[in-house]
DNA sequence: AAAATTAATATGTAGCTACATAAAAATGTC
DNA sequence: GACATTTTTATGTAGCTACATATTAATTTT
């Protein structure tokens, strides 16, 4: 039992985020200068810098050189999304994992593909469709294009064994990803294969990745109803 | 101009990830030690240390003491969604912000939003509903829930004037919050006040918030049909 | 051989110094 | 007064030392 009163900079954090809670430094506020909160609490400058790092991080205050620290006036709520492999996701529940290849085959990217990857001009991609299984039930419906330019080695995979979706999690990492969600309504054949009524709001998941500045892929996954994501606490 | 070639830790921080991306690092790898990779690239293991936990917190690596630094074997995409205030949101994209107080009353909890809490009892809390607009039309609307004993000021608060969101976000800072995204399909009053037809699909952003152990807020917004949200880079 | 103890080791953290850098504030010039 | 230049200042970063801590590995004990 060490009876020093160290502070580590979670404290200094935490006493921080204290005062802007409490008000002590209220909205808009410009903070001491990292040098007195150090001062005053009885540490070096450098844990309080990480603290301060670290509420900026989370979108608590803002910081700029010079200009100090201030309390952001309109706080942000920051909210992190962990997207494993889907066999991943699905085992985490608890439940059985199974695949379906649905289609394979090359073809020219639609408009909409393009513009995912910022391509001025179509493209010949291997498209991959595919259904993953949660307790043999229907859980995520993958629409998937592949640019077989960056990424050849694809179409040697076995893709009626393994999914694209690991295969190139596992295969493939990426330099650069953009992700978006929203919500589409289930028609046709994607209200077919989640065997979900017509007309019930379906959950997509929107994910591109390139490698430096060259396309890798681009999957629109859209998961069964009653899907819901949840932040990382 | 100075001539040194003094590595700064982000520097560290993609040389390392360019080798895991390259493969020199396989998924499942373990890492050289800190210190040998600061020799090897000829700087201070802090500055190695401090790369390592940037790629840690991506997602990249993993790390343990004494176990050493590993390059995970499925790497999760970790994707960082920032929620503004709804006024800003609305400005940034240019439009008018507008704003449309519909009910605001006492009422009991039902169970679902007892479950957002984690309350083991119902209790009467302040029901407001308001729709946000963006160059007057319907673009989010809110279904919210305000624990009066937590945060008793909001009963004082003109509703009609200011949305209790810009008013909690600026007036009541949480200490944790929960934020889960769904899909539902349009119905009822939903459908009229956001002009959505009926059965299209709608994103739904779920927000709940907490001090300490207390319940503060709780909001369902649904937003109009189109809505997209993207990650940050 | 199994269990308990001890040692070794890689990462985590705090504090210090020194200097870099951006931006605001002060000053000087026309 | 308007503009350009210099100074000041608060944060940002790199490197060092010293020690903390969590685990694994090795050793001893039963």
Chains 1, 2 share one sequence.
């Not at 996701?89 to 910022?118: C, H, W």
């Not at 391509?119 to 259904?131: E, G, I, K, T």
Request: charge should be positive.
């Amino acid at each position: 039992m060490t009876l020093d009163t160290r502070l580590s900079w979670t404290d200094v954090r935490d006493q921080v985020r204290a005062r802007i809670l409490n008000r002590t430094y209220a909205p808009g506020d410009r903070l001491p200068r990292d040098e007195d909160i150090a001062q005053e609490l009885g540490c070096a400058r450098t844990t309080v810098h990480r603290a301060m790092q670290d509420l900026a991080l989370s979108g608590l205050v803002e910081r700029k050189r010079k200009g100090g620290t201030h309390v952001r006036a309109d706080p942000v709520t920051r909210a992190t999304f962990d997207i494993p492999i889907t066999r991943r996701e699905v085992e985490d529940r608890g439940a059985k994992y199974n695949y379906q290849l649905i289609s394979r085959e090359m073809e020219q990217t639609p408009r909409a593909v393009m513009a995912r990857f910022g391509l001025q001009a179509p493209a010949q991609m291997l498209r991959v469709r595919a259904l993953h299984l949660a307790d043999n039930r229907p859980y995520i419906l993958e629409d998937r294009w592949v640019d077989t330019t960056s990424t050849p080695e694809i179409l040697k995979v076995d893709l009626a064994q393994h999914s694209a979706n690991e295969w190139l999690v596992r295969n493939k990492p990426y330099s650069r990803v953009d992700v978006r969600f929203s919500a589409i309504t289930a028609e046709g054949t994607t209200a077919e294969y989640l065997a979900a009524p017509l007309g019930s709001a379906l959950f997509v998941i929107e994910r591109t990745t390139w490698i430096g500045a060259d396309p890798i892929t681009t999957v629109q996954s859209v998961a069964a109803p009653g899907y819901q994501l949840v932040a990382q606490s």
